[in-house]
């Protein structure tokens, strides 16, 4: 059986591929079932899948916006081109099935999958679908999603409930291997993990070097800056007086592997409101402060956090209000035991479906069956 995965563009789309991809290989052995990942040419895409022994084939493909911009003039290249890789590799490929994550990189994989009569399945993982997968569902068999208010904007007989695939990568950290990793001796204060998504967040590493110095005398802080940001942080924190290592203060350019074990460690953690972001941190039932991106796409978001706020998930703060009085309030709130931190945890675990790996494999290989 082959199975091509396509989506990427962020960590977000590409981890609960390979999450869904090791699930098949751990119940099928090797010779009966291999993946093939369609996507953009990025530096991310290539390490993932070859961290997982993933084959890539690189397909062009055109971003679509709902504001004007000059790029559509590449874009209007690249999307036809796209198409055309598509076309012969698909027809090379031939797969059982296709899995796609979403995203404007799956549209031309989705829609030559559709012209030679391979299924499809696609993943929305947000709550509010994005113009691509609105789109391409219409060519798909079917549509798992994992948030309820997802259906209203996709065909209701194709959508099936499954909630976000996690990654083992995330699961079952060891708070002593953390600070092994970090060199962290002292353990007196609680710990914030601050994550701004597989690229970093620039408004967040801008807001928490501001508050360094309240927040340092308070809390432990590791802090994913993202690869391109990692050096201007670092030396803002020391010109600030902060030793790397030294100060409690522990910036990371991205986090792996090792991400499972920062999750055991941290009291609390500081997050954008990517669906997949907010599927991990449940599954390690972690309070969180969500900062959802002003101007998502769709403003998707903004309502993912505010889903999650409105079952009791999380406290949510918008750009406007990360503010150091605002935040040190809520993470002494987050770190300290008693109604509110319990409220938190109890709500976000509401957001993890451990059986979501799973369910989107059956359906799969239900698909590639029929």
Known sequence: MKIVLTGGGTGGHLFPLVAVSNFLRNKYSNDKINFVFYGPRGEMERKIMQENNIKQRHISSGKLRRYFSFRYLVDAIKLPFGFLQSMFWLLIDM?????????????????????????????????????????????????????????????????????TPVSDRVLNGSPEEARKILGMKKIAKPVVLILGGSQGARFINRQILKMLKPLLAEFQVIHQTGQNNYKGVVAEAQRQG??????????????????????????????????????????????????????????????????????????????????????????????????????????????YQPQATEL???????LAEE
């Open 95 to 163: 797969p059982d099935v296709v899995f796609a994550k979403g995203g404007y990189a799956s549209v031309p994989v989705v829609l030559v999958a559709w012209i030679y009569r391979i299924p499809v399945l696609i993943h929305e993982s947000d709550a509010q679908p994005g113009m691509a997968n609105q789109f391409i569902a219409n060519f798909a068999r079917r549509v798992a999603i994992s948030f309820e208010r997802a259906k209203i904007h996709l065909p209701a007989s194709k959508v099936v409930f499954t909630g």
């Open 242 to 351: 902060f030793k790397i290592g030294a100060s409690d203060y522990y910036p990371i350019a991205f986090i792996n592997e090792e991400i499972k074990h920062f999750f055991a460690l941290a009291s609390v953690v500081i997050s954008r409101a990517g669906s997949t972001s907010i599927s991990e941190i449940a599954a390690n039932a972690k309070p969180a402060i969500l900062v959802p991106i002003t101007h998502s796409a769709n403003d998707h978001q903004r309502l993912n956090a505010f889903e999650v706020a409105r079952l009791g998930g999380a406290i949510v703060l918008e750009e406007n209000n990360f503010k150091t009085s605002l935040i040190m309030l809520r993470l002494r709130q987050l770190t300290q035991e008693g109604e509110i931190r319990d409220r938190i945890i109890q709500g976000i675990k509401k957001f």
């Open 360 to 366: 989107i494999a059956n359906e799969l290989i239900n």
